[in-house]
């Protein structure tokens, strides 16, 4: 089993590519997924290598542009629930409200790394292969930059707000899959509450370590 610090670096790595400043155009509940992805990740490519403050790891700024562009082109609730499996039932709704807040922060907090390093890379849109009625999709994409090329893809499901990004594969590990299990054993070993615990000491670790440039 990969552990967890593996698997946030993974994840930080695909998420700041869905991450983006003020748009030229802004999606809305038309906008293909394809086009959404391609959209965001191109202005992040631009607003991320023109600030300097990101790109040193300023944990503020890097949570307010998170908050703004990321999170309304995300279903978190969703994302939280696969990865909880079976277990997301047996929460109390406070519980679950509690377990999508510290998740989103856990995921929030991976940027600081992730956006900091982000230098000289490209990335390859893939053709969108899926029927007009499709109500989940996949885009396909490959981050181009030192080293091997890295696939990543979006899993996407269409919500009468739009398009959302609930899951991603990199380099073969699907978001939701890898968290399942460190979810699993932390409830398996302390409850849900323990998982709640769990999710906010990492959270408080990632806030009070200091940026790597």
């Known amino acids: 089993m990969k552990s967890f610090k593996k698997l946030t670096k993974f994840l930080a790595a695909g998420l700041l590519l869905i991450s983006g400043a003020v748009f030229a ?18 202005d992040v490519m631009a607003s991320v290598k ?25 279903d978190m609730r969703r994302t939280t629930e696969m990865a909880m499996g079976p277990n ?18 856990l995921l929030i907090r991976t940027y600081s790394g992730a956006l900091s390093q982000l230098r000289d890379q490209t990335v390859q849109f893939k053709a969108l ?15 181009l930059g030192r080293g ?10 269409k919500t009468d707000k739009g398009w959302k990004v609930y899951d991603m594969n990199i380099m073969g590990v699907w978001l939701i899959e ?12 302390n409850g849900i509450d323990g998982l709640v615990k769990f999710l906010q000491d990492r959270n408080k670790q990632l806030a009070s370590a200091k940026p790597a440039n």
């Open 178 to 189: 890898a968290y399942r299990n460190q979810f699993s054993n932390q409830i398996s070993q």
């Open 25 to 42: 155009q802004t999606p809305d509940q038309t906008t293909a997924p394809d086009a959404l992805i391609k959209m965001v990740v191109s």
């Open 129 to 143: 292969r899926a029927a007009p009625d499709d109500k989940e999709v996949v885009v396909k994409t490959v981050v």
């Open 50 to 74: 023109a600030d300097p403050d990101i790109q040193k790891g300023n944990i503020p700024k890097i949570v307010e542009l998170v908050e703004k562009k990321i999170v309304p082109y995300t």
């Open 88 to 105: 997301w039932k047996k929460a109390t709704p406070e519980q679950q409200n509690q377990l999508v807040m510290e998740f989103k922060n």
């Open 148 to 157: 091997d090329p890295v696939p990543l893809d979006y899993r996407l499901e």
